[in-house]
């Protein structure tokens, strides 16, 4: 066993750089034309009640993170409500 450590030595792991992929941890924030247009069709769903959001304006107003940078006053808890997307209690 010895002669195999000898002849064959045992090289470390090459280190693994992730920076590639650290950039795709924080959130994609939306264009303003786009932050514009979705929070345009919330309005229009809290005035008229036979207008569904589509999925991808829920996804954003369920995104706090990118809520609170582009819209940080806006309300959004009734339209979630109501489309059935209610937030995640905290635990205590």
């Known amino acids: ?3 195999i450590n000898y002849n064959f030595p045992m ?3 090459e280190p693994i750089d ?5 950039n795709m941890i924080e959130p994609i924030i939306p264009s303003p034309e786009a ?5 345009d069709m919330a309005d229009q769903a809290k005035k008229e009640p036979e207008f ?3 999925a991808y304006v829920l996804n954003f107003l369920e995104n706090e993170y990118v809520m609170a940078i582009v819209a940080p006053n806006y309300e959004c808890e009734e339209l979630l409500a ?11």
């Not at 932050?35 to 929070?39: A, H, K, Q």
């Not at 109501?82 to 205590?92: L, Q």
């Open 82 to 92: 109501r489309f059935g997307r209610t937030r995640v209690p905290t635990a205590a």
């Open 11 to 13: 090289q470390p792991p």
């Open 52 to 54: 569904a959001l589509p």
């Open 1 to 3: 066993m010895p002669l």
């Open 35 to 39: 932050v514009t247009e979705m929070l």
């Open 18 to 22: 992730i920076s590639a992929d650290s």
